[in-house]
């Protein structure tokens, strides 16, 4: 890593991602002293209270402690670190590439999906059932333009997602739909594989009706792994 003065907008978000990425690469190991606040501040031409604002944000992260001696430690990431990580992990220097995250991402997206149509059938109400096979219906009269359809697939799995009753799930989803975690590089043939099956649309919604748990993980779990590439489709089922 280049080292040096950084541009004075926003310095701490800057000295954090950088602090990050050394974290992340392995320049600065676990169980290491995280670099002195003042040697930081002399490094980048900055001031302290910026070096105090971005190792609150690692400690905040979970990639540094302070010990009982008063020092700054880095944590083993892959241990203490949160989901919340991977939304500026992608353009970090070192960890994950896009590329892993893309598919550990859609990986998630295939296990939760499953595990949520299976919850939403034992948990959901009448009326949200009836919510979600309406909403199927509505999928089938839509397209085939493939941007209204992948609109009209993120309601209706959005229904699904808050039918299982399961928070940590409902805020996954919102990281995966808003882009906040990296799933954009799915091959154009197998998105469309999924978002032009209607009929396995149609069937999970029945499913759900019907409190047929079993089968509705299993039908999600179907659909939702056909936009992980096939290379990584087995880690999955």
């Known amino acids: 890593m280049v080292h040096g003065h950084i541009r004075r907008e926003a310095v701490s978000d800057q000295l954090f991602a950088l602090?990050?990425?050394?974290i992340l690469g392995g320049e600065l190991p676990p169980g290491s002293p995280l670099t002195a606040e003042r040697d930081l501040a002399a490094e980048f031409g900055v001031n302290r209270?910026?070096?105090?604002?971005?190792?609150?944000r690692l400690q905040q992260a979970r990639l540094v402690e302070v010990s009982h001696g008063g020092r700054t430690l880095v944590l083993d990431w892959r241990r203490s670190a949160g989901l919340d990580l991977a939304v500026g992990i992608a353009a970090a220097d070192g960890g994950p590439s896009v590329e892993?995250?893309?598919r550990d991402a859609l990986e998630m997206r295939a296990c939760i999906g499953a595990d949520a149509a299976r919850l939403c059938a034992l948990r959901c109400s009448g009326q949200a059932a009836a919510r979600?096979?309406?909403?199927?219906?509505?999928?089938?009269r839509s397209g085939p333009d493939l941007v209204e359809l992948a609109?009209?697939?993120?309601?209706?799995?959005?229904?699904?997602?808050?039918?299982?009753?399961?928070?940590?799930?409902?805020?996954?989803?919102?990281?995966?739909?808003?882009?906040?975690?990296?799933?954009?590089?799915?091959?154009?043939d197998l998105r469309t594989a999924e978002l032009l099956d209607v009929e396995t649309h149609l069937r999970l919604a029945a499913h759900i009706e019907a409190r047929e748990a079993a089968a509705a993980e299993r039908l999600a779990r179907e659909l939702l792994s056909r936009s992980v590439p096939a290379a990584h489709r087995k880690a999955v089922r």
């Open 100 to 102: 892993e995250l893309a």
């Open 132 to 140: 979600i096979v309406e909403a199927a219906g509505r999928y089938a």
């Open 49 to 56: 209270h910026a070096v105090r604002e971005a190792v609150k």
């Open 151 to 188: 609109a009209a697939d993120i309601a209706w799995w959005r229904l699904i997602v808050e039918g299982s009753g399961n928070v940590a799930y409902l805020l996954a989803f919102n990281s995966l739909v808003d882009g906040a975690l990296p799933v954009a590089h799915v091959p154009d």
């Open 19 to 22: 602090l990050r990425d050394r």
